[in-house]
């Protein structure tokens, strides 16, 4: 059961809403997001591309720009080695496109998930060798990669690594940490020590775009000194127009690789979300068009859980290859054969999903690890490409962290998804010793190991947990105990401003009590929506929807007012359901027709003690 705690963070509201011009609860809101200040709650309310970071602050950037304009003036062979999920994609598109521009003699290789895995490796590198590369750019990887970085400075290759995953470090006797960097001839990465940038909570694609927007802009000033001011202007403009194409691309990676939407990851995906409804790649109109979003206003919930999942899931079952390929098409027809692939795709994604999700949650109900802090499954037949997405299912469904592991080639594959208490990256390096390779951050991390590893694997994570009992228990952080009869359009509409909604900022709730649930009906082709007519204690009604677990719900129901109750609601109505509920106002449009929506995101009996 969910604890529901108020956000009770002061400031004068009344002030905020008349210098803003914004509704007393945005302004609530707003400072429950802790942006304190005019200043920062102009920048959240306003802020503008003109506001993002200055790339140049990253560390190595000035370095790995000249390195890379004087091998494109040598005109060697440059690749770049991406990742197979929607920041890797998205990353390596933006730097093929910008080295292009540069003129760079340049190809991109995404490693295949199952026969290369993750990130760098020593085939790939004797590959790149074998082919005539002289130097590789990584993105979304490399960081962790310093063997085999080394290697290929062994063969006489140069690397530049743009990344934006932890730092690998090891601990010295005094219990400092000390870092360990691959010796690339650059690093460009915001969590290293040494880097002085402003907000390293940025994407791989997003480093990947800083990277473009100076090298680009270096490569014009060269065009300037050698062929005059009218060639030099003419390629600005081109700059401009390409920087504004791959800003899409930042934004995209950026939801769906569930960064933070705060700093300039939010002005990133605003302004992004605005180009990606009208954009003018084949590939991104296309996977539009076969998910029906062409020509609609988009959200970060359609890149996060609709388009972002198109891309993960040819990574995760075929080659990502197939993704770049579409964002690189320039016919149409070809690009919604490719998108259309991906969906499909997806859509079996979805079931293999559902049918591994199941059987895990049958291993731990039935297991003696059910009590265990940290939860380690191994579906040895389950492709590995899904252990993620199993993971942060079960880690949704119990509240703990998990890890997934799968049978591969070479041993076990695995991922992990945390809870917002228990840094995996951190954990798991206290018992680095069992991986063959490992990598991640907080919230997410991936990991190889020998299969007789795993016993003494999740032994030693519940030996090191330190999390307390509350730490298991899933918080509701209610903005506003808000009386139903505030809701108004204007104030739904006004709502949008702190948009766009997703990690890091999360779509506002509010809760009441004492709501009558007086007549309900079931939706939907698999009849998992509840729809519901309600109304408030001043005696208002509203038009009231869940999306939830309606099994759950309805034995709520059922133990808390009877069965016979419950079966009436459905039937010719009840006066006797009275509940406490979280929630969310919005407006629904039906045949064209706009009225107001309350959804329904937690509920608990009247008198259930949570008071609010």
Request: aromatic fraction near 8%.
């Amino acid at each position: 059961m969910a604890k529901w705690m108020i956000s009770a963070k002061k400031a004068d509201f009344a002030k905020i809403a008349e210098t803003f011009q914004i509704d007393p609860v945005i302004a609530r809101i707003i400072r429950n997001r802790d942006i304190v200040g005019d200043k920062e709650i102009d920048l959240f309310l306003h802020g503008t591309l003109d506001n993002l970071h200055e790339p140049r602050l990253l560390y190595d950037m000035e370095k790995a720009v000249a390195f890379m304009l004087s091998k494109i003036e040598e005109g060697v062979s440059v690749r770049i080695i991406g990742d197979y999920d929607i920041d890797g994609i998205c990353a390596a598109y933006i730097l093929l496109r910008g080295l292009r521009f540069c003129g760079a003699s340049v190809d991109t290789v995404i490693p295949h998930r199952i026969r290369d895995g993750y990130g760098l490796n020593d085939h790939l590198i004797e590959e790149a060798h074998q082919e005539g590369i002289d130097t590789i750019i990584t993105c979304d990887n490399g960081i962790a990669a310093a063997e085999q970085i080394a290697y290929a400075k062994e063969l006489g290759m140069s690397v530049i690594v743009t990344d934006h995953h932890e730092v690998p470090y090891e601990e010295t006797e005094d219990g400092k940490r000390s870092e360990i960097l691959p010796p690339a001839v650059a690093v460009i990465d915001p969590k290293q020590e040494k880097c002085s940038y402003p907000f390293d909570g940025i994407c791989g694609a997003v480093v990947a775009y800083k990277f473009v927007q100076v090298l680009t802009e270096e490569a014009v000033r060269q065009i300037s000194r050698q062929a005059g001011a009218g060639n030099a202007q003419d390629m600005e403009t081109a700059r401009k127009e390409l920087l504004s194409e791959l800003l899409e691309f930042a934004a995209f990676a950026t939801v769906g690789d569930v960064m933070e939407l705060r700093d300039e990851n939010r002005i990133l995906v605003k302004y992004g979300l605005r180009q990606i409804a009208h954009t003018k790649n084949l590939g991104l109109k296309a996977l539009l068009e076969v998910n029906g979003l062409q020509d609609k206003p988009l959200s970060a919930y359609h890149i996060g859980f609709v388009l972002g999942p198109c891309l993960n899931a040819t990574g995760r079952l075929d080659t990502a290859k197939k993704a770049l390929q579409m964002f690189e098409s320039g016919d149409f027809a070809q690009a919604v054969t490719i998108a259309g692939e991906l969906k499909e795709l997806n859509d079996s994604r979805k079931e293999m999903t559902r049918q591994g999700a199941e059987q895990a949650a049958a291993m731990i109900e039935s297991g003696s690890f059910k009590n265990d802090r940290v939860l380690v499954i191994y579906l040895p037949d389950c492709h590995e490409s899904l252990a993620g997405i199993i993971a942060g299912r079960l880690k949704e469904k119990y509240h703990k962290p998990v890890f997934v592991l799968t049978k591969g080639e070479e041993g076990v594959k695995g991922s992990g998804r945390s809870i917002e208490t228990y840094h995996m990256y951190e954990e798991m390096t206290l018992c680095k010793h069992l991986f063959t390779r490992y990598g991640g951050h907080k919230m997410a991390a991936g990991l190889s190991m020998p299969e007789e590893n795993i016993e003494e694997f999740r032994l030693a994570l519940n030996r090191n947990c330190r999390l307390s009992d509350e730490d298991f228990i899933e918080k509701i952080l209610i903005d506003v105990p808000m009386p139903l009869s505030y809701i108004r359009m204007d104030f739904v509409r006004q709502l949008q401003v702190l948009e766009p909604f997703g990690n890091g900022n999360a779509k506002p709730v509010f809760a009441r009590k004492n709501i009558h649930i007086l007549h309900g009906r079931i939706l939907g082709k698999n009849e998992n929506v509840g729809k519901y007519r309600i109304q408030d204690e001043e005696g208002n009604l509203f038009e009231m929807i869940y999306f939830g677990d309606l099994p759950k719900w309805h034995a709520f129901l059922e133990e808390t007012f009877g069965e016979k109750e419950r079966e009436k609601l459905y039937r010719e109505g009840s006066r006797e359901i009275v509940i406490q509920m979280v929630y969310y106002p919005d407006i629904n449009v039906y045949q064209g027709k706009e009225s107001l929506q309350i959804v329904m995101q937690d509920y608990c009996a009247a008198d259930g003690g949570r008071k609010v």
